[in-house]
């Protein structure tokens, strides 16, 4: 199942967008806006089931995390636990 695509409600016009918050002169964000996110959802979203079980996580941060874990030499759980500490 893909991650829905989320609609922006009146609230959301202020909150602060993380794209808005990040440094982006940042090695990693220059690299996540060169990557074509559309083409990974597009190869892996058929591999996604509906309605079983948990809601699925967006292939974006499954991919995103995939690269880090192997540019960075982490494992599974070293990965995840560097994501959630920033």
Do not use: C
């Amino acid at each position: 199942m893909q991650a829905k695509k989320r609609t922006l409600s009146p609230e959301d016009l202020f909150r602060s967008r993380l794209d808005q918050i990040l440094d982006n002169k940042n090695l990693l964000f220059k690299l996540a806006n060169s990557i074509n996110w559309e083409y990974f959802e597009k190869e892996f979203g058929p591999f996604y089931v509906e309605n079983k079980g948990r809601p699925g996580k967006p292939i974006r941060l499954l991919v995103g995390l995939h690269y880090l874990k192997h540019t960075y030499n982490e494992s599974d759980e070293s990965v995840v636990e560097r994501f959630l500490a920033i």
